[in-house]
């Protein structure tokens, strides 16, 4: 049983490069979330998903983009990478949003730029 | 929008004694109080929640306490094992159905 499964687990881009982040949940959840975690400061929301076809911004959105074309996937796209945007990126889904249903994390993408 | 403290932000116990981490929360209107356990290289998990119409809840060696009149709620591990060595955050829900978490606390459990 896979759960939530990120891509890449590491990465290092350069400023300016652009790159985006899988995510893929085989559990049929309806909601997905991207959140990043940065040292002392707990988990962020950048985008979430309620369902194929919808997003709606978080908490820290700017410079990040989303799509979910799909229930099973919700990739997070960097246009143009900056040195603020260094950080451990978790996806995670939930069957009926946070406050009905526990949420259930990827293992995290560690991306540095450079 | 919510905003949660968390404290302590690291935290030593000797095994077999008691840890105990607390938080607070800003919007009155939350509802919903998760506690989430991060191991090393791995992603949160849940290990216990609470909601606004309960005061108390236990799973086994774990227990979580909310106080809504003075908006705070504290996560309580007793007789602490090295595998509760970990960073556990605590979160809060307002009626944006949008978590808001606390800044973590690393918790390490001396044998």
Redesign the interface.
Known sequence: NAG?TQTPKFRILKIGQSMTLQCTQDMNHNYMYWYRQDP??????IY?SVGAGITDK??VPNGYNVSRSTTEDFPLRLELAAPSQTSVY?C?SSYR???TG??F????SRLTVL | ?EN?E?HP?TLSVQEGDSAVIKCTYSDSAS??F?W?KQEL??????II?IRSNVGEKKDQRIAVTLNKTAKHFSLHITETQPEDSAVY?CAA?SND????????TTVTVRA
């Open positions: 939530v002392g400061m707990g988990l962020k929301l979430y978080g908490e978790f995670a949003g946070t406050n526990e949420l994390f990827g293992e995290g | 929008g949660v968390q932000s509802n919903y998760p989430y290289g791995k992603g949160p998990q849940l929640d955050f829900e159905y949008k978590l808001s978490f606390g800044a973590g």
